[in-house]
């Protein structure tokens, strides 16, 4: 979600100056379906295929960043409900009814969000930095995006990359 880039990058700055390296990966603002995949030797061509599938199902849709908050750990945006997008999540899971979204530590079917950050760098910052950062974040929105791709993303040698991208509503 790019359009979540610079209000993100603002808060994750401000945080940074207080608290040292955070803990949220280097990976460009983003909705996660599901984390994790298959490792990349399981994500052979029946498996791709059916992402494209998946995607090219579901049309683009627009998302719209409606919500900021700091709750469980977490400093994150969140979309507003859609059934679209729903929907789509729910058919990208169901491709692998196997594997939990954050090997269900959140539960079967955590809330999409855009993190910002989380775990122990977020702990560190005092409530007043957090509450501002908050405050900043609400500020921006709404963020509104097309969504047109889904993406699939693999970390490789420590990095994240965008492996493939799959066109909604392709034909």
Do not use: I, K, N
């Not at 490792?39 to 998946?54: H, K």
């Not at 683009?60 to 709750?71: H, K, N, Q």
């Not at 945006?77 to 269900?104: F, N």
Request: charged letters at 10%; a neutral charge.
């Amino acid at each position: 979600m790019p359009v979540a880039g610079p209000a993100v990058a603002a808060a994750q700055a401000r945080l940074q100056a207080a608290v040292g390296p955070l803990t949220a990966s280097a990976v460009p603002p983003h909705l996660t379906v599901l984390s994790p995949h298959r490792p990349p030797p399981a994500l052979g061509a029946p498996q791709r295929q059916a992402l494209a599938a998946c995607a090219a199902a579901h049309a683009p849709l627009p998302v719209a960043l409606t919500a900021a908050r700091d709750a469980d750990g977490l400093l994150a945006l969140h979309p507003a409900p859609l059934p679209a997008l729903a929907a789509l999540v729910a058919a990208l899971r169901a491709l692998t009814p196997d594997l939990l979204p954050y090997g269900g530590v959140f539960g079967p079917a955590p809330a999409l969000h855009v993190t910002v950050d989380h775990g122990e760098s977020l702990a560190r910052a005092p409530a007043a930095l957090r509450a501002a950062l908050v405050a900043s974040l609400r500020a921006a929105l709404p963020l509104v995006q097309e969504l047109a791709t889904v993406d699939l993303w693999l970390r490789q040698d420590g990095a994240w990359t965008c492996d493939q991208r799959f066109p909604l509503g392709a034909p």
